[in-house]
T-cell receptor
Framework: KQEVTQIPAALSVPEGENLVLNCSFT??????LQWFRQDPGKGLTSLLL?????REQTSGRLNASLDKSSGRSTLYIAASQPGDSATYLC??????????FGSGTQLTVLP | EAGVAQSPRYKIIEKRQSVAFWCNPI?????LYWYQQILGQGPKLLIQ????????DSQLPKDRFSAERLKGVDSTLKIQPAKLEDSAVYLC????????????????FGEGSRLTVL
């Protein structure tokens, strides 16, 4: 059974810092890995999807990497802004594309 | 393009009452998912449909939860009778993915339906 862990559970940084969010998963037989953003009281917004054959994906100030052999993914946020404050969730996709989620990292970017 | 639509956004009921949530996926998306998100946790899959067939309902508490997608488009999730521990946000998601393959499997989520059971 796939288990996904995100560390840290909460992170507070000053505006402008670069930061890394970590995600680990127990079963390396994943189809893809998705990173989501969740604002309070809202649904999930897809940020990046990395196929199992890929090593990284980039979108604007976001870069996500995937290392299947070690069961790890990271989300790098460059030049953080207060608007980046949210909960970030990673999810590993199984063979039928069901997602197993971590518990998330709650990010606060201080002005 | 319209996103995943869910209703109602909020519902408060007493324990042992029943409740139903509705989801309309993105047009053309064959696969529909219902997830339960308890406060402070990541979403947990309840049921996955492809068209009007069930792909995975292994984590659905079938003694009280039921879901259907009769025409392969919109879906309803019902809880009867509700318990205090069912208080959560119920998220619907859809994807282009099909069993025959060929799609990335990226999921798109609705805003969710927040249930409070008193």
């Amino acid at each position: 059974k796939q288990e996904v862990t995100q560390i840290p559970a909460a992170l507070s940084v000053p505006e402008g810092e670069n930061l890394v969010l970590n995600c680990s998963f127990t079963d390396s037989a994943i189809y893809n890995l998705q990173w989501f953003r969740q604002d309070p009281g809202k649904g999930l917004t897809s940020l990046l999807l990395i196929q199992s054959s890929q090593r990284e994906q980039t979108s604007g100030r976001l870069n996500a990497s995937l290392d299947k052999s070690s069961g790890r993914s990271t989300l790098y946020i460059a030049a953080s802004q207060p608007g980046d404050s949210a909960t970030y969730l990673c999810a590993a996709s199984g063979s039928a594309r069901q997602l197993t989620f971590g518990s998330g990292t709650q990010l606060t970017v201080l002005p | 393009e319209a996103g995943v639509a869910q209703s109602p956004r909020y519902k408060i009921i007493e324990k042992r009452q029943s409740v139903a949530f509705w989801c309309n996926p993105i047009s053309g998306h064959a696969t529909l998912y219902w997830y339960q998100q308890i406060l402070g946790q990541g979403p947990k899959l309840l049921i996955q449909f492809q068209n009007n067939g069930v792909v995975d309902d292994s984590q659905l508490p079938k003694d009280r939860f039921s879901a259907e997608r009769l025409k392969g488009v919109d879906s309803t999730l019902k809880i009867q009778p509700a318990k205090l521990e069912d208080s959560a946000v119920y998220l619907c998601a859809s994807s282009l993915w099909r069993l025959a393959g060929g799609e990335t499997g990226e999921l798109f989520f609705g805003e969710g339906s927040r249930l409070t059971v008193l």
